[in-house]
């Protein structure tokens, strides 16, 4: 992505913004342990608008300022410093490789920052996500107060940056989805491997060590989200995570693991017998989950609400419930009380885009948002029946998920996600051969 796609970002933040300032801290770094750091990765928003991956950066959009409307805070080049941590792009890089009109060392903030703000209507920020930069913005915005009687006046209010941000990073645009696309190519084919490499004996973890391998091969530098590996009833768990158990002869395995590319995520989950074979009640469930998944598909397209997809798949999964013998009564009854969510508690979908749960609002005032091109999100139904005293010893410890990434189109929905083979047949026989 070049440096002009962020820029026309940064113009359409700045056009909401009337005569306010923005300030956009990227991630803190986190202590793993000791003086080890954990990977650095970019805060969302941050990158989002300004393509800059180093730590120790801040970036300020000033909509009208004459000397330059983009002001980022950054580290200096040090040689000794990058002798052992690696490469900075430093103020002059700041400029040149990533549009910024003016750069300061990142030292320099807290002289330089709050001449920022002086007469500024606004201060748009995100306030309760980093304590210690809170208490540094309100020190910067308190030290302007203090020179109102010189004629300077501070900004009367802060505004969340969401409300404008994130509205615009819910609909991506075609740079956005040619890198989600190759992120989700990059997660089949180790979802394939996968389900090519299973076999009774073999350890959740070595496993995830086969995805992970595909998703590094393929150019990714991180997991969107750690990934679940989850053999036999351990896919009751919904977010399970330690990956540690063997895998047996007659379970299912649940995998739910995707890739992030670029700072955009890809989610794909499988549900496959560790043997290669579906048994007869774990084929039963595993169709009810899919037709529910096709069902949702189906009612995903621009015009349709955010809920529709949902409520398609619940219809499908409750009447599947009821045809087996779990449940009692009617469809209608069934979906009424909710009787359903013993097996199915959570939501059939989320948005997808630079975090695993995107950002974007789900309804606007109270009522569910209007799916609209562009937008990415998931779709993933499953049936889960937790081994205990109330369930049917017939499926006992069956998990199923099967989860997709779906792109909303004037037509429908792609499935960008969909080299993965799902269908009963096609997964025996790629386990097979």
Same mark, same amino acid.
């Given at each position: 992505?070049?440096?002009?796609?962020?820029?026309?970002?940064?113009?359409?933040?700045?056009?909401?913004?009337?005569?306010?300032?923005?300030?956009?801290?990227?991630?803190?770094?986190?202590?793993?342990?000791?003086?080890?750091?954990?990977?650095?990765?970019?805060?969302?928003?941050?990158?989002?608008? *300004?393509?800059?991956?180093?730590?120790?950066?801040?970036?300020?959009?000033?909509?009208?300022?004459?000397?330059?409307?983009?002001?980022?805070?950054?580290?200096?080049?040090?040689?000794?410093?990058?002798?052992?941590?690696?490469?900075?792009?430093?103020?002059?890089?700041?400029?040149?490789?990533?549009?910024?009109?003016?750069?300061?060392?990142?030292?320099?903030?807290?002289?330089?920052?709050?001449?920022?703000?002086?007469?500024?209507?606004?201060?748009?920020?995100?306030?309760?996500?980093?304590?210690?930069?809170?208490?540094?913005?309100?020190?910067?915005?308190?030290?302007?107060?203090?020179?109102?009687?010189?004629?300077?006046?501070?900004?009367?209010?802060?505004?969340?940056?969401?409300?404008?941000?994130?509205?615009?990073?819910?609909?991506?645009?075609?740079?956005?989805?040619?890198?989600?696309?190759?992120?989700?190519?990059?997660?089949?084919?180790?979802?394939?491997?996968?389900?090519? *490499?299973?076999?009774?004996?073999?350890?959740?973890?070595?496993?995830?060590?086969?995805?992970?391998?595909?998703?590094?091969?393929?150019?990714?530098?991180?997991?969107?989200?750690?990934?679940?590996?989850?053999?036999?009833?351990?896919?009751?768990?919904?977010?399970?995570?330690?990956?540690?158990?063997?895998?047996?002869?007659?379970?299912?395995?649940?995998?739910?693991?995707?890739?992030?590319?670029?700072?955009?995520?890809?989610?794909?989950?499988?549900?496959?017998?560790?043997?290669?074979?579906?048994?007869?009640?774990?084929?039963?469930?595993?169709?009810?989950?899919?037709?529910?998944?096709?069902?949702?598909?189906?009612?995903?397209?621009?015009?349709?609400?955010?809920?529709?997809?949902?409520?398609?798949?619940?219809?499908?999964?409750?009447?599947?419930?009821?045809?087996?013998?779990?449940?009692?009564?009617?469809?209608?009854?069934?979906?009424?009380?909710?009787?359903?969510?013993?097996?199915?508690?959570?939501?059939?979908?989320?948005?997808?885009?630079?975090?695993?749960?995107?950002?974007?609002?789900?309804?606007?005032?109270? *009522?569910?948002?209007?799916?609209?091109?562009?937008?990415?999100?998931?779709?993933?139904?499953?049936?889960?029946?937790?081994?205990?005293?109330?369930?049917?010893?017939?499926?006992?410890?069956?998990?199923?998920?099967?989860?997709?990434?779906?792109?909303?189109?004037?037509?429908?929905?792609?499935?960008?996600?969909?080299?993965?083979?799902?269908?009963?047949?096609?997964?025996?026989?790629?386990?097979?051969?």
């Amino acid at each position: 992505m070049d440096k002009a796609l962020f820029a026309r970002r940064r113009r359409g933040v700045m056009q909401l913004m009337g005569e306010g300032v923005a300030i956009i801290p990227t991630a803190p770094e986190a202590s793993r342990n000791g003086d080890v750091l954990y990977r650095f990765r970019p805060d969302s928003d941050f990158q989002y608008l *300004t393509n800059f991956s180093e730590p120790d950066a801040v970036a300020v959009l000033i909509p009208g300022r004459e000397q330059g409307e983009f002001v980022l805070f950054c580290r200096e080049k040090n040689p000794e410093r990058e002798m052992w941590d690696g490469r900075r792009a430093g103020l002059e890089g700041a400029m040149e490789l990533y549009g910024a009109d003016d750069a300061y060392p990142i030292e320099d903030m807290d002289q330089i920052l709050p001449g920022l703000l002086e007469n500024r209507s606004r201060i748009f920020c995100f306030m309760g996500r980093n304590a210690k930069f809170d208490t540094r913005m309100m020190l910067w915005f308190n030290e302007v107060k203090t020179k109102t009687r010189a004629g300077i006046s501070a900004p009367a209010e802060f505004v969340d940056l969401k409300y404008i941000l994130h509205e615009l990073r819910l609909v991506k645009r075609s740079e956005e989805l040619r890198v989600m696309r190759r992120a989700a190519k990059i997660s089949a084919v180790a979802h394939t491997r996968a389900m090519q *490499t299973c076999k009774p004996g073999m350890f959740e973890y070595q496993i995830e060590a086969e995805l992970e391998y595909e998703f590094r091969k393929g150019g990714s530098a991180y997991c969107a989200y750690p990934s679940i590996v989850a053999g036999g009833e351990n896919a009751c768990i919904l977010h399970y995570t330690e990956n540690d158990c063997e895998l047996n002869d007659g379970d299912l395995l649940l995998i739910d693991a995707g890739c992030e590319l670029d700072c955009y995520a890809s989610d794909i989950t499988r549900t496959f017998p560790v043997n290669g074979k579906f048994s007869p009640e774990q084929r039963d469930v595993y169709e009810i989950v899919l037709a529910a998944q096709a069902a949702a598909v189906t009612a995903t397209r621009a015009g349709a609400q955010w809920n529709d997809p949902h409520e398609a798949a619940v219809s499908v999964l409750a009447q599947g419930l009821l045809d087996l013998g779990v449940l009692e009564g009617s469809l209608d009854g069934v979906i009424e009380s909710g009787s359903y969510r013993q097996y199915y508690m959570h939501r059939t979908g989320h948005w997808l885009g630079m975090d695993v749960h995107d950002v974007g609002d789900y309804k606007i005032d109270n *009522t569910w948002r209007e799916l609209e091109p562009g937008m990415v999100l998931t779709i993933e139904p499953g049936l889960y029946f937790g081994p205990g005293p109330d369930t049917d010893p017939r499926f006992s410890g069956i998990g199923i998920r099967i989860e997709d990434d779906a792109v909303v189109t004037t037509e429908g929905c792609e499935l960008i996600t969909s080299d993965v083979v799902k269908s009963v047949e096609d997964i025996e026989a790629l386990m097979a051969g």
